[in-house]
């Protein structure tokens, strides 16, 4: 009896290729969704992580308290000597120290007067060490619009919106101002090399990016910086590592308590709204994946109803041949669970593929996100989770099982002759 | 003494609801059927001769009334001893033939015999015969849609016989075959009635069929008008 039925699964497209196809695409998407959502929020709170929080931030307790006016004055200090402490404590982390400043960007003209001003925001990295990885980080080479990296001292880069509001050039020499970090005037001259536009209003309004070295000469902060940022393997925040680190910070550093210069290790979650944007990011990720499911799963029930009302014919010859209504039902289910089992899985690996081709290739939305006012990726990449290996099997088995199990009800709802008259028609 | 009958009906009514009353089919019928016969429900459509065809069948129950048809009262019968009887003692011959289109003539033929765990074996034999009987034992691998109309229509008889039973029911057995066919049709039916002794019941309103039937029942509005014996 069994390979009777299995002969007719088999042999019927209408019963079996059709609804295992249906039901793969279904898996497909709604595997290929999920990863895609997750990749999409963790690539918004990644991007806010490399530009600026990374996963987690040592700076002085006074900098974390009132971070929004960068000051230089309270900057760490002996900070070779803290990263390798760093390093030595939490070597599955990739350790930059970094100096976010602001100050007047000042553009002289041909007499050495003011041409034009602006207020700046800066931020240094290390550009010119062999081993920094802090450029590819930032993705700047991607960002530039025009010119070079810096690659020698008194280099800077500008957001390419305020050089054109300053009318300035490549190769023009730009005088930076602002406060040392002992309280005196800062100022420099920088050399600009190259434009940059990160396609986000927030660093694009005005900003600065020029090696460490060169910013510590110009503030007077030899073996200073104002924050020390670290970065998990695999570049993705995992808050409860950083939770981890942070409850051990103060006894692994010997933290004075109270001392406002002493270092304080911050999670990404804890810095300015960032907390409020993981949490939403993973609800809103939780939500989107969940209507798409129960979407998906509609489709499929729906799909597996109509697969069963369709053979209330064939049923009705059955009974007739003396096959019990159980008998007949159990087979239903039985077919309808191989249909979603198998469907399940080759739309959970289609899935997955396409999850993986998106998560190594990512869809490029820069030109269509120029005027984006948040930290936004322009590269929208997929990721895939262990979750995406069974989220599939939701929609494909459960709710195709259901929507074959309420069909097949219609054959104990329906009296025999009823079925046999569907049978007639 | 009470004689046995294959099949007896006593005042058997057929309601179905409709809209906020009910139409009865049947109108308390009383009919007795014996072993062997060759016998006909004839009436226009409506006449309730297929409503008839199913509760005998046990596909149906009927409203009032009852009998016993093989022997088992048909007012109190369960869903599961019904199918039990329609799997060991009762075939089925449709106007559309209805054979699994994607199994083969062989397998369509199998199908009753798999219901009763007959062992693979006598299963075979059993099939080539019942083919062997309505002339198709060489289309035996052969889809229902590579036949004709009247070769369905006898791969259909064979699925009814295979399994021997005491009742075979036709609906409207003829109702898409061409004259030729039909004639076809009805001998291999008659023949196997004869050689076997299994009772044949028709509704229909064919004259082709009513040509060859034995007992003659006229129905009109769920009502018995005559009762004919040639």
């Known amino acids: ?425 | 003494m009470e004689q046995s009958y294959l099949i007896d009906l006593k005042q058997v009514v057929k309601r179905f609801p409709m809209g906020k009353g009910s139409f009865t089919a049947l109108k308390g019928l009383d009919l007795q059927f014996e072993a062997g016969e060759f016998a006909g429900l004839i009436g226009p459509s409506g006449s309730g001769k297929t409503t008839l065809l199913n509760i005998i069948g046990t596909l149906d129950l009927p409203s009032e009334g009852g009998g016993t048809v093989l022997g088992h009262p048909i007012e109190h019968l369960k869903a599961s001893e019904a199918a039990l009887l329609r799997k060991e003692r009762i075939g089925f011959i449709f106007q559309s033939y209805n054979l699994l289109q994607v199994h083969t003539v062989f397998e369509n033929v199998e199908f009753p015999l798999l219901l009763l765990g007959m062992p693979s074996e006598e299963r075979r034999k059993k099939v080539m015969e019942a083919l062997d009987w309505v002339g198709l034992a060489d289309r035996h691998r052969s889809r229902p849609s590579q036949l004709s109309g009247g070769e369905c229509q006898r791969v259909a008889i064979a699925r009814a016989m295979v399994k021997q039973p005491s009742l075979v029911l036709a609906d409207e057995p003829t109702a898409n075959l061409d004259a030729a066919n039909s004639h076809h049709v009805l001998k291999t039916m008659q023949q196997l009635n004869e050689a076997f002794q299994t009772t044949f019941l028709f509704a229909t309103h064919d004259e082709k069929v009513i040509s060859y039937l034995k007992r003659k029942i006229y129905l009109m509005d769920g009502q018995l008008v005559k009762d004919e014996r040639v």
């Open chain 1, 1 to 425: 009896m069994i390979r009777f039925l299995g002969k007719g699964l088999l042999r019927d497209a209408g019963r079996s290729r059709m609804p295992v196809m249906v039901v793969a695409i279904g898996v497909a998407l709604s595997v290929f969704m999920h990863a895609y959502v997750h990749g999409l929020m963790q690539d918004s709170i990644e991007m806010n992580a490399r530009m600026r929080y990374g996963h987690v931030k040592v700076c002085t307790r006074s900098f974390a308290e009132n971070a929004a006016q960068m000051p230089a004055d309270l900057s760490l200090l002996d900070v070779r000597a803290l990263k390798q402490q760093l390093t030595a404590h939490h070597p599955n982390l990739q350790w930059s120290d970094r100096i976010q400043f602001a100050g007047l960007m000042d553009v002289p003209g041909m007499m050495g007067e003011t041409r034009a001003q602006g207020p700046v925001i800066g931020m240094a990295v290390d550009f010119f060490s062999t081993h920094s990885v802090e450029g590819e980080r930032l993705n700047v080479q991607a960002a530039l619009t025009e010119g070079r990296l810096p690659q020698q001292a008194g280099e800077m880069l500008l957001s390419a919106d305020f050089s054109e509001k300053l009318g300035v050039q490549i190769g023009d020499t730009l005088m930076f101002m602002g406060s040392t970090q002992f309280g005196g005037l800062a100022y420099a001259n920088f050399v600009l090399i190259g434009c940059v536009d990160f396609g986000v209003e927030v660093l694009d309004r005005g900003m600065m990016l020029a090696d460490l070295s060169d910013v510590r000469i110009a503030m007077d902060m030899e073996d200073a910086a104002t924050e020390i940022v670290g970065f998990f393997e695999g570049g993705q925040y995992n808050d409860a590592a950083a939770r981890r680190m942070q409850e051990s910070f103060a006894a692994d550093f010997e933290v004075v308590a109270g001392d406002p210069y002493a270092p304080v290790l911050l999670r990404l979650k804890d810095q300015d709204d960032m907390g409020q944007l993981i949490d939403i990011s993973g609800a809103m990720g939780l939500l989107i994946t969940f209507i798409f499911l129960l979407a998906m799963s509609l489709v499929l029930w729906n799909a597996g109803l109509l697969g069963g009302i369709r053979r209330y014919g064939e049923f009705g010859l059955r009974l007739a041949m003396g096959e019990t209504k159980g008998h007949v039902y159990r087979s239903l289910q039985v077919e309808s669970l191989l249909i979603g089992l198998l469907g399940s899985l080759i739309g959970t690996v289609l899935g997955l593929l396409f999850a993986w081709w998106m998560q190594e290739k990512g869809l490029n939305l820069g030109d269509s996100m120029q005027n984006a006012s948040m930290m936004l990726p322009t590269v929208i990449r997929a990721r895939i989770t262990p979750v995406d290996f069974y989220i599939g099997f939701i929609p494909g088995v459960f709710a195709t099982l259901i929507g074959s199990l309420l069909s097949g009800l219609g054959i104990f709802k329906r009296n025999t002759a009823q079925l046999f008259k569907e049978l007639e028609t």
